[in-house]
């Protein structure tokens, strides 16, 4: 049987005409000459990328026919925003890396156009406990998952690892005698090293010996099944999970579904569990301890130690109607 061959999809910048094209060329000249990470310096051309297309698909040929109206139809959708504070800043920053460049000129008009959008933060989203115990059902003696989506649910499950990392993992990363997984992280470029528990060993351990095919010269972990001389792409762990998910019937109301929702669960449950936000921040890989407060929202356990006792103050029973 032939497997049938699918057109390849062409990405944002692919379909820029070069008058765009040339915009994103010229930020990436700039942001290369910068301490700017390769991944950092990728996701800001991929969103500027989208902009421009955004642009050109409602008729602009140039920089110069772009409008103000454009402009913000990009961000909202005649009834909402669309398109928030982090979207818009990397969008400018791409704008501001053609300083020294002749488009310059528009990009700065460009730039005064791009309407002011607040940042805002979100709850972050976590699994409930009757999903996580469908999930680790599943994992556990379930027959609807391969071996090798086990293994990454249950590495998402237990260590909260970014989907990069995982996609990225090698067969070297994993230190069996010293029950360890040391890798580099793919966002900050700092090493983490991981405790290599039962679970997560045994998972991975009967992944190898029972499903991958263990070549020489294949040197990362997680094959991909279409082609095993591939590596996955970061983007693959995302359709992987909400694939699992979708198999076991967990979260098919609409809910988040993707890699984050296990990497919040997991700093959710520690925080829960009163573990110091230091080492929370440690297993999760944060470079920053601020980066952990977002998180600290879906601490009902420890919000509620927080509220306040209005027994003793009578309310009106038309107030909760």
């Known amino acids: 049987m032939t497997k049938r061959k699918y057109p390849e999809r062409k990405s944002s910048y692919q379909r820029l005409s070069s008058a765009f094209r040339s915009v994103i060329d010229n930020f990436k000249i700039a942001a290369s000459k910068t301490d700017k990470r390769e991944t950092t310096i990728q996701a800001e051309a991929n969103n500027g990328s989208a902009f421009l297309l955004c642009l050109q698909d409602q008729g602009a040929k140039t920089l110069n026919d772009v409008t103000t109206t454009m402009i913000q139809k990009f961000f909202f959708d005649g009834e909402r925003q669309i398109r928030g504070h982090t979207y818009k800043n990397n969008i400018v920053a791409v704008l501001k890396g053609n300083r020294e460049f002749d488009t310059w000129a528009e990009c700065k008009r460009i730039i005064n156009s791009v309407p002011p959008i607040r940042r805002s933060r979100k709850n972050y989203p976590y699994l409930h406990k009757d999903e996580l115990d469908i999930i680790k059902s599943e994992l556990s003696t379930g ?8 293994a990454i649910m249950t590495l998402l499950i237990h260590t909260g690892i970014r989907g990069a990392d995982i996609a990225k993992m090698s067969m070297t990363n994993i230190d069996w005698k010293a029950d360890r997984m040391n890798i580099r992280q793919s966002k900050t470029d700092a090493p983490l090293c991981l405790p290599l528990t039962a679970t997560v060993g045994n998972a991975i351990y009967d992944y190898i010996k ?21 590596q996955l792409k970061i983007r693959s762990i995302g359709v992987i999970v ?39 921040s440690e297993i999760l890989g944060h470079t920053s301890p601020l980066s952990l407060n977002p998180y600290i929202d879906a601490d009902l356990v420890h919000l509620r130690e927080c509220g306040l006792d209005i027994s003793s103050f009578p309310v009106r029973k038309e107030v909760f109607i």
Request: charge should be positive; glycine fraction near 8%; charged fraction near 25%.
């Open 210 to 230: 029972y499903e991958r095919q263990n070549k020489m010269g294949m040197s990362n972990l997680f094959l991909n099944t279409f082609d095993i001389k591939k």
């Open 242 to 280: 909400t694939r699992a998910l979708e198999k076991i019937g967990v979260r098919q109301n609409g809910c988040q579904k993707g890699v984050r929702l296990f990497r919040h669960n997991l700093a959710s449950s520690l925080l829960e569990s009163g573990i110091a936000t230091n080492v929370i």
């Open 143 to 150: 027959t609807l998952l391969s071996l090798r989506d086990k």
